[in-house]
């Protein structure tokens, strides 16, 4: 949807809808503009739904009170009889949830259990889904509240176990990389080479980011992004490939016919930051799950999600580029691991593990799939340089700190070297 309303809609959505903190405040010409937009039927109704739950939600200033009175007194002029809900009483149980959301209150295990069932629901009106993602957003979800949609999906997502002695997950947020260079396939398939199976998962395009992906990656390839999950474990236990693709397409469609919804939302919900946590393929010995964050209070909150994850798995939190798994090269960079009952927290940097050090990067706005897919295949096939040396130094973090093993920079270089881990790509 590309009309002129839509556009204004979706630009102040993106001043007012971003967060408690980082939402900026509407001008008083903003707000002239929105009952027009409102009215406008050629203007999505959820990303007006996530409009109004952002306004009716966060703190107002005095012009957007003022708007926000006039509104009540008149919404059935200005709002589409589906939106009316906001500021009627109803006994739908979810217009009660998002309402107890908008005055955030925590919600109960059964508004949990609730909400997500509407979520996967396809009948459920999207404009009210994308409210209760919303409402959930701003009013800061509890520890409780991602516990219990973690739960949720996992008993309804499908998982595939495999006797891999040690299966290393990639857990890196869906929407993808479009600042830095997405290494994931390639640190996959050097760990591969290296005997250490390692799954990554995820899907081909997300919003807000639409960021370069894994499977962006395959695609450009020409290998195959959607295989079904026997196909995928029958490459992670083949030790001639040891690397494989879970697409949510395949794993959990009900989650992935909500990317619409969340394209319209222009958000990133709390399902980005659980569904790269749902152990897809995992081992029924060791499972090892490698995960980031961008915002300090969400490495708490990501350490007590893994404490209680239903699988138990080890794992090791970064706070890498774009708030995934992968490392910054050119600064240190929090890590916290849990590997064999133990904790242990610190910093870590490419100089501490012999890699020469690197200037500060400039963030790359402009990158390419094909540009990437390049590069990184020219590392793994012996040719040094930046990009070459931060797979390598991704590899050595993850062995070392996961206590897997303690290779040494020359012998990883030396995988590459000897085309050992093309061999592992070109066989996937």
Request: aromatic fraction near 8%; proline fraction near 5%.
């Amino acid at each position: 949807m590309s009309t002129k309303s839509q556009q204004i809609l979706t630009q102040l959505l993106k001043t007012k809808g971003t967060g408690a903190k980082m939402s900026k405040h509407l001008t008083d010409a903003n707000l002239q503009s929105l009952p027009t937009i409102l009215k406008d039927s050629n203007a999505n109704l959820t990303t007006k739904a996530t409009l109004l739950t952002a306004l009716l939600s966060l703190e107002p200033t005095q012009s957007e009170k003022d708007w926000i009175s006039k509104l009540k007194q008149t919404y059935r002029q200005w709002l589409l009889p589906e939106l009316w809900f906001f500021f009627e009483d109803s006994p739908h149980e979810l217009v009660l949830i998002i309402q107890k959301l908008i005055r955030h209150h925590d919600l109960t295990e059964e508004d949990l259990e609730t909400s997500f069932r509407s979520l996967v629901d396809f009948d459920t009106p999207e404009y009210l889904k994308a409210s209760i993602l919303e409402g959930l957003r701003l009013k800061r979800e509890t520890f409780e509240e991602n516990l219990v949609y973690l739960r949720y999906m996992m008993r309804h997502s499908r998982h595939y176990a495999s006797e891999l002695p040690v299966l290393l997950d990639i857990s890196n947020a869906y929407d993808g990389f479009n600042r830095t260079p997405c290494l994931a396939p390639f640190i996959a398939c050097t760990l591969a080479a290296l005997g250490y199976a390692t799954v990554l998962h995820g899907v081909e395009e997300l919003g807000p980011k639409k960021g370069i992906t894994t499977a962006k990656l395959l695609k450009a390839a020409g290998k195959n992004a959607r295989l079904r999950p026997w196909q995928a474990i029958d490459k992670l236990e083949d030790p001639r490939v040891g690397w494989s693709y879970m697409d949510q397409s395949c794993t959990y469609p009900e989650l992935y016919r909500l990317i619409p919804l969340r394209e319209a939302m222009l958000k990133r919900p709390l399902l980005a930051t659980l569904e790269k946590l749902l152990c897809l393929i995992y081992s029924t010995t060791r499972h090892i799950i490698l995960t980031g964050y961008t915002h300090p209070p969400y490495k708490m909150m990501m350490q007590r999600l893994l404490n209680h994850h239903p699988l138990n798995p080890d794992y090791l939190i970064f706070r890498g580029t774009e708030g995934s798994s992968q490392l910054p090269i050119d600064r240190r960079a929090p890590y916290l691991a849990y590997t064999n009952t133990q904790a242990a927290e610190g910093f870590i940097s490419a100089e501490d593990l012999g890699i020469a050090s690197y200037q500060r990067l400039k963030p790359q706005a402009n990158l390419s799939v094909d540009e990437v897919l390049c590069q990184g295949l020219d590392a793994i096939q012996g040719k040094t340089g930046v990009i070459q040396d931060w797979i390598i130094y991704q590899v050595l973090a993850t062995l070392s700190l996961t206590q897997l093993a303690q290779p040494s920079y020359a012998s990883v270089k030396a995988c590459m070297t000897r085309s050992k881990v093309y061999k592992h790509w070109c066989l996937f």
